[in-house]
């Protein structure tokens, strides 16, 4: 999978000034790390913030992307749209000991590379359980439905 460079920014204009922020709007953004992506694709809001030195917040919100999932129940295809989660991280200039950050700053081209990192933390967030809004409506008649049935049960020993 290689990189689209629409998620490549560059963050030379902010460097060293500390506090600088900086937003950046996209939309109708496709990835391959999101193979159920779906069009309109993705759209999303980029916050920088110079913190000091060495680091730069970088925060992602008002994601939208609609994907294609299977339902667990019925097998039908139909569109989770994936929505307003924010995604924060620090990215580092220099190369750090440990390896907890997760977003490093190309040191040469002075950029950053969102593109597998966001797309990971919104796979992380779909849900494990698949279930299209017509199944999702019969699941709550059904889980309402039982007490009543299991009072007439009960009545009628
Ligand atoms: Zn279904």
Known sequence: MSTHWWYIIKVSDILHNLWVKDTLKFSNKFSTFLPQIQDPWMSFTVLLIWLSDDQLIVEITDINAPLKQTCDYCGKDYIYTFTNKIIQTKAYLWEKDDDQ?????????????????????IQIEIPVVNMCKKCQKKWREETEELPKYNSVIWKSN
């Open 101 to 121: 950050f997760e977003l490093e700053i190309d040191k040469k081209n002075k950029t950053i590379n969102l593109e597998k990192w966001l797309c990971d933390n």
